[in-house]
């Protein structure tokens, strides 16, 4: 289970997982398992899956703590996305994360990355 405040659908923002699990926490009186994005666990799985060396990955996202800061908690470089979830009156610049470079589209995350290489 995730632990996401909010998606985006279609121009709407609405509630994820993770606001549904923390009422179920509360019920329950028990302590929900992350297994997704910024859990250690999610991105320690894709890394062995892949073969590489976390100072060697990347995170690209629209997700300024889940998919950046998740990234960058591990070791990771994390790059904001400006797309998707990304809201340019929260995101930029976040009161608490830095990315470590910002792109209007995936083409040019890959041409960040190439020219950084």
Do not use: W
């Not at 632990?3 to 609405?14: C, E, I, P, S």
């Not at 549904?20 to 028990?30: F, M, N, P, V």
């Not at 892949?50 to 908690?73: F, K, P, R, T, Y």
């Not at 904001?80 to 979830?85: A, E, H, L, Y």
């Amino acid at each position: 289970m995730g632990g996401g405040k909010y998606y985006k659908d279609g121009d709407d923002l609405v509630l994820d997982v993770g606001a549904y699990a923390k009422a179920l926490e509360y019920a329950c009186d028990c302590k929900m398992v992350v297994c997704g994005k910024p859990n250690k666990l999610f991105y320690d799985q894709a890394i062995r899956l892949l073969g590489v060396n976390i100072e060697d990955c990347v995170m690209i996202g629209d997700d300024i703590i889940s998919d950046v800061g998740g990234a960058q908690a591990l070791g990771m470089k994390g790059v904001q996305v400006r797309t998707g979830k990304y809201r340019a009156v929260y995101d930029e610049p976040h009161s608490e994360i830095t990315p470590d470079g910002y792109v209007d589209n995936l083409a040019e995350a890959v041409d960040l990355l190439l020219s950084n290489n």
